[in-house]
């Protein structure tokens, strides 16, 4: 690799010789978040894609991104701790983590070089149609644009595999010259090689996030329990307290429990309209609503016609 790339990789960067004095990662400089999402704003700076080395001297506390990340480890070594697993970069190997995954990093020393790659989400969409057939990468990118998909990451050992060393130094070159025109052909092959050289895959995990494990719990328990659900009873066989709960669910589904609770309600009322004789009444008391005057405003509001009305079309529509 040129001489000045290498050099302008190994430098002491200023945060380094801060954290050398004895300071400690300034999470503003990464992120806006207080859960500590490292934003792709704050080094694209309008590009789609870059790269930067790797803090060293400190142990990177945990964070997550708001885009697809991945290590190349140029020497030494790095590990990082996502989830249960350790995971340890040896030189010449290749860490991909989407968006959705969250990761720590041990201490690495002077030697342990890891250039992290900053992968905006509209370029990995435009380069997708040439990947989507990759049995490697297309499903990984899939989980990775989906905003509810799971944490996952793929871990390549490609130290002995040349094409690709040769590859990322032909990659690395490009950004460091900023020859933008060539850069969705040296990603979309990466995959390509990374696919052909599949036994360099050596582990691939996806690990479900809180928030995804939060919302299987919250549907579930709706979907069996919906006609007298409630926010107490949840939140004690969940182990929270119920404001805790009660910001976590609207957080995460941008809605309160009591509006998923009425959705789940409606839904369990159209299908006894469709398919059952039952009063109006009778429905209403069975998906958990004893006064049928609010039933009939809420099923009004919801679907701008009267539950007789909704049955009437729904026998006339499937006759």
Not at 22 to 28: F, P, S, T
Request: charged content about 20%; hydrophobic content about 35%; aromatic content about 12%.
């Amino acid at each position: 690799m040129d001489t000045k790339i290498i050099e302008h990789l190994t430098q002491l960067t200023d945060e380094e010789r801060d954290i050398l004095h004895g300071k400690q990662i300034k999470r503003g400089d990464y992120s806006f978040s207080d859960r500590f999402i490292v934003n792709s704003a704050k080094f694209l700076g309008g590009r789609e894609l870059d790269l930067r080395p790797h803090t060293r001297f400190i142990d990177f506390p945990d964070h997550g991104h708001d885009y697809m990340e991945f290590m190349y480890l140029y020497a030494g070594q790095i590990s990082h701790i996502i989830g249960k697993d350790t995971v340890t970069l040896e030189r010449g190997d290749i860490l991909f983590l989407n968006r959705h995954a969250r990761h720590s990093i041990k201490k690495a020393g002077q030697n342990d070089i890891g250039i992290n790659f900053i992968i905006s989400n509209p370029f990995l969409q435009a380069i997708f149609p040439q990947v989507e057939n990759n049995p490697v990468m297309s499903e990984f990118l899939t989980n990775n644009f989906d905003d509810s998909g799971e944490a996952e990451y793929l871990y390549f050992h490609t130290r002995d595999c040349f094409p690709i060393r040769n590859l990322m130094d032909n990659l690395i070159y490009a950004i460091v010259n900023r020859s933008q025109e060539i850069y969705a052909g040296l990603v979309s092959m990466l995959f390509t090689y990374l696919s052909y050289y599949r036994e360099t895959l050596v582990n691939a995990l996806r690990v479900p996030s809180p928030d995804t494990k939060l919302k299987h719990s919250v549907v579930s328990y709706l979907e069996s329990h919906f006609p007298t659900a409630t926010l107490t009873e949840l939140s004690d066989m969940l182990g929270y307290t119920q404001a805790y709960l009660s910001r976590r669910i609207h957080t995460t589904f941008g809605m309160t429990f009591q509006q998923l609770l009425q959705n789940q309600r409606l839904i369990a009322a159209e299908k006894l309209l469709r398919s059952t004789s039952l009063s109006v009444g009778e429905i209403a008391r069975t998906v958990g609503y004893e006064n049928q005057s609010y039933f009939y405003r809420i099923f009004l509001k919801q679907h701008g016609i009267s539950p007789h009305k909704f049955r009437k079309n729904s026998n006339t529509m499937f006759k």
